[in-house]
């Protein structure tokens, strides 16, 4: 049968095994929990079962051999179907499509890395609870007056009218311990031990059974990658596991993610091509030979010209690609980097240079004057006229 639209596919049961992480061709690290399936067959085949849509068919699905501590029923309910006894069962409903025959085993091939799946668990118990860690209440408060109650719910009612406490009121009591279900992703598969990886938590402890489907809210081909389209239907045939690689990994990065960094190559892009259009400025000004041959500076420039061109080349030609050149792009911007910090430098430098020059020059001009004054005073002293009238003509004349 050939996979529709409106197809749905047959789900498994799967082994909580722990959690780990993944890194993304990014290099972003992806917590995710590990999922086995364990001899995972198909039990048991009912049509027209009550509660089940008309168009759909129910299927049983088990997991994990069992050797001991089977009742008699279930015993003869698994040579019934010619399969070995199952520690968990469950009911998928499935289009007639999509029904595989009684004792036929799902890998972790049937699903497709990058899919979108729903998994279902009994969540971790965490016993009585008080309303601070069940509901998040805030309490009472933590001094002025309050006794013994500061983790109390405080007032659960109103007053004579209504005279009771409202149904599905917030209070303490059992928590954990019930069915949830939450949407993931399939980030890796592992096809020798039969290992799905899915980003995120999942709920239970180690060892748990949880149960695994396509997701609900994405329907058809919103569900699955692009390159996986159709998907393994109604599950993935013999013949084609044993042609795939022991792992398959999903491509994380998909449209739309990771939009920093796009917007990082347009701004690298930019950069290159304002590197270029000021190599070029420099050609044109000082002219070909004199900026790359008859500079003290020429293998400077010569290199520093190499770089920019081979960055704009990369940034253009290889524009899907920008993963593979990013490392070589950031050597490139680093060089660019120490260029104009070395020049800032050099510019500072020669500012300070020159003002301590020019402080040089002007203590020279100083000196002579002095020395000039100095003379002047000397032969007004030997001819014996000193006067006010005369010094300050004396200085009047230095500029002193």
């Known amino acids: 049968p050939q996979w529709t639209e409106n197809s749905v596919r047959l789900g498994a049961i799967a082994r909580k095994k722990g959690m780990t992480a993944l890194w993304d061709e990014w290099g972003a690290r992806q917590p995710c929990t590990v999922l086995q399936l364990e001899d995972v067959q198909v039990v048991q ?3 027209n079962k009550k509660f089940v849509k008309p168009h759909l068919v129910s299927v049983q699905i088990g ?21 070995p006894p199952k520690w968990k069962l469950c009911d998928f409903h499935v289009t ?25 668990a009994p969540s971790t118990g965490k016993g009585f609870a008080g309303v601070m860690k069940r509901w998040g209440f805030k309490g009472m408060p933590a001094s002025h007056g309050t006794s013994k109650t500061h983790r109390s719910a405080g007032s659960t ?16 009591g059992r928590m954990g311990g019930n069915n949830v279900t939450v949407s993931s992703k399939v980030l890796k598969i592992d096809n020798e031990l039969n290992l799905i990886y899915v980003k995120g938590a999942v709920p239970g402890h180690k060892e748990q059974f949880v149960r695994i489907r396509d997701a609900i809210k994405k329907q058809g081909a919103a569900c699955f990658p692009q390159d996986y389209l159709p998907p393994p239907f109604p599950t993935i045939a013999p013949e084609n596991l044993e042609s795939l690689p022991r792992e398959l990994i999903a491509k994380t990065a998909e449209q739309g993610e990771h939009w920093i960094f796009e917007a990082l190559l347009v701004v690298s892009f930019i950069i290159d091509t304002i590197f270029l259009l000021e190599i070029t400025l420099n050609v ?11 500079n003290p500076y020429w ?12 960055a704009f080349l990369l940034e253009i030609f290889l524009h899907g690609k920008q993963r593979e050149v990013m490392g070589l792009l950031i050597v490139l911007r680093f060089w660019r980097l120490i260029k104009v910090l070395g020049s800032v430098a050099v510019g ?4 300070d240079e020159q003002k301590q020059q020019d402080l040089i020059n002007k203590n020279e001009q100083l000196s002579k004057e002095l020395e000039r004054v100095m003379t002047i005073v ?6 014996d006229r000193w006067s006010d009238e005369r010094m300050e003509k004396v200085f009047r004349e230095s500029n002193y």
């Open 45 to 47: 085949i009912v049509e």
């Open 63 to 83: 997991c994990s051999n069992k050797t001991k501590n089977i009742s008699r029923p279930l015993l003869g309910h698994f040579k019934t179907a010619g399969v």
């Open 96 to 120: 007639a499509d999509a029904v595989l025959p009684v004792g036929s085993e799902i890998k972790a091939a049937h699903f497709v890395p990058g899919q979108y799946i729903d998994l279902q």
């Open 157 to 172: 009612g109103q007053n004579q009218s209504p005279g009771r406490v409202f149904k599905g009121k917030k209070m303490a």
């Open 284 to 294: 044109f000004a000082f002219g070909f030979l004199d900026y790359f041959i008859k």
């Open 299 to 310: 293998l400077l420039h010569i290199f520093d010209s190499s770089l920019v061109v081979t």
């Open 348 to 351: 500072v430098g020669t500012y």
């Open 378 to 383: 000397e032969e007004i002293a030997k001819e």
